[in-house]
């Protein structure tokens, strides 16, 4: 008996190790960034979805899906290309009366005060990847900016400005030549002005704006992707707007552009992140939410979308130039903090709105 109940009793520790060691193993093949919470899990299982509202282009939406969905077979991504008057306003104006349209809306940088004043957003800050991120990535303890690094430099058209002509500096853009033949466009304000303002300071940036208004400079209402598309038109000569990707994808369709950093550079995060406190799907929100920013979603974003990765440990990912460091050399960044963003665009008490309205709004 002592005998059958000692063989008993290994047997059980037996099937113990073999347990702990399975779930080590399992531990071990999901990356930290990734273990959440089996709540959430079975939670997104019952959900069945995210409903997403964006920028991206609806085929990047569609290959980002399946890449999400090699992970998470079980949650259907069902995203909508959304104008800026969507993302900035309705979907705000949905989540205000609790009954928002969508579970998740990116790229609202110029609308991030009126989504976190309004206190419709979620607290992020029990995602498992939110430690993976520094704090200039954060804004109040919870919210976080992604999913993408853009650098907003300058644009010029190859058939109108030799290269040996092409402004090497900001205060370039000054000078006579230049009379009429720039352009800023309906994100200027946000991306390129905002990290300026706080690169240099108040008096030095207002100066410089006042200079360019002074030359000529055109005041576009269209957006970054249709103001390099009217800078190839030869509407203008140079856009002080556009960023890295925008022409690249441009000079590989045979465009007549190029583009330039000037220093400092402007960088932006793709914004506030607008998870939704009252999401209809909220488990299939953090767990969609928690897989973009982390090292294996930012690395299938990047890849489809040719965006830079903001993850940390992707820093020196270069998905669209080839000689990026080289054009990069000796430069700068100027980079908008979510906190500069946040105070950027807070109605009636920013100094810098308040510049930026006065002097280029004026008589539009």
């Known amino acids: 008996m002592v005998c059958l109940a000692f063989r008993t009793a290994s047997f059980l520790m037996a099937c113990a190790v073999l347990i702990g060691v399975g779930r080590s193993v399992w531990a071990a093949e999901v990356p930290k960034e990734l273990q959440v919470p089996q709540a959430w899990i079975e939670g997104a299982k019952r959900e069945g979805k995210v409903v997403v509202y964006g920028s991206d282009s609806p085929q990047n939406a569609r290959d980002t899906r399946q890449a999400f969905n090699q992970r998470y077979p079980f949650i259907t991504v069902e995203f909508t290309n959304a104008p800026t008057v969507v993302r900035f306003e309705k979907v705000l104006l949905t989540a205000k009366h609790g009954k928002p349209i969508a579970d998740l809306v990116t790229a609202i940088g110029g609308s991030s005060a009126a989504y976190v004043d309004s206190g419709v957003l979620a607290d992020l800050s029990n995602l498992p990847v939110w430690n993976s991120y520094p704090n200039e990535n954060k804004l109040q303890g919870k919210y976080i900016s992604g999913p993408f690094t853009r650098h907003w430099g300058l644009a010029y058209n190859t058939n109108l400005v030799a290269r040996n002509e092409v402004p090497i500096s900001w205060e370039d853009l000054l000078q006579p030549k230049w009379k009429g033949k720039v352009a800023v466009n309906s994100i200027t304000r946000s991306v390129t002005f905002t990290p300026l303002w706080y690169a240099w300071g ?21 957006g970054a992707d249709a103001s390099v598309l009217l800078l190839a038109a030869g509407e203008f000569s140079l856009v002080i707007t556009a960023a890295e990707y925008q022409v690249y994808e441009d000079q590989q369709k045979g465009i007549p552009v190029e583009w330039i950093a000037l220093d ?14 009252d999401a209809p799907h909220p488990n299939a929100l953090r767990i969609y939410v928690n897989w973009l920013l982390s090292e294996e979603g930012q690395k299938a974003y990047s890849t489809v979308t040719r965006f830079f990765p903001i993850h940390p440990k992707l820093a020196d990912m270069t998905p669209n130039f080839k000689d990026w460091s080289k054009r990069m050399a000796g430069k700068r960044k100027a980079i908008r903090t979510l906190e500069q963003e946040y105070e950027a665009t807070k109605p009636g008490g920013s100094p810098l709105l308040e510049a930026w309205n006065r002097l280029v709004l004026k008589g539009l």
């Open 264 to 277: 400092p550079l402007p960088t932006t995060t793709g914004g506030l992140i607008g998870a939704l406190k």
């Open 202 to 222: 108040a008096e030095r940036a207002t100066k410089f704006l006042e200079g360019l208004l002074a030359n000529g400079l055109q005041v576009r209402k269209e």
